[in-house]
């Protein structure tokens, strides 16, 4: 589990192709505090620590992973938001992540202000409906507070600390973001549409 509260931007060193598979190696400080096993989020997607050594830590990425979020795009000199999994006695300064990808989406506009940024980002419509105006979602891994909402898309803004801290500060229109809706949102419709007999995502009449 994890905040959405990213602690630093790491670089991708090496891509190692396998069958299908990718093995990923990040420069990263807190790499000197992880171990085999550990959970770490790279740009918002929960990776298992497969080896760590000097400020470099692997881990290897699945078929599934690289076609449904943007490491299968990750390329050495990448640089990419990272997130040791949280403490049970830590802080929950962001909000619930469990870094599972939801989907892709789009940045569609960037409209700098005098002190932070405001982004549209474009959703696929079967995650519109769990963003709501004013509750959380992650974007690369970052916990952000929407904006606004439409159909296919929501706003976010971007304070100073954010646009330094993280890799949001360097998108530009028409890059990929991973996604990641609240997982409560998710939780409230299975258990609303098992009362009323309906699949999760089926409308109503």
Request: proline share 5%.
């Amino acid at each position: 589990m994890f905040t959405g509260i990213v602690e630093e931007i790491g670089t991708v060193l090496a891509v190692e192709q396998g069958g299908g598979d990718a093995r990923l190696v990040i420069a990263a400080g807190v790499a000197d505090g992880v171990r085999p096993g550990d959970s770490i989020a790279v740009d918002g997607v929960c990776l298992t620590v497969t080896a760590e050594q000097d400020g470099r830590f692997t881990a290897d990425v699945m078929p599934e992973t690289l076609s449904r979020t943007t490491l299968g795009r990750r390329a050495v000199g990448d640089r990419v938001n990272v997130e040791r999994a949280v403490r049970a006695d830590g802080r929950l300064d962001g909000h619930l992540v469990q870094g599972h990808v939801d989907g892709v989406g789009t940045l569609v506009s960037r409209d700098p202000g005098l002190r932070w940024d405001d982004l549209v980002v474009s959703c696929p419509p079967s995650l519109a409906r769990y963003v709501a105006e004013k509750g959380s979602i992650a974007v690369d891994g970052v916990s952000l507070t929407v904006t606004s909402v439409g159909p296919d898309r929501f706003g976010i803004s971007l304070i100073p600390t954010t646009l330094a801290a993280t890799t949001l500060g360097d998108l530009a229109p028409g890059d990929p973001v991973n996604l990641e809706v609240d997982v409560v949102a998710k939780y409230v419709e299975r258990l609303l549409g098992a009362r009323l007999g309906r699949e999760p995502g089926q409308a109503s009449a």
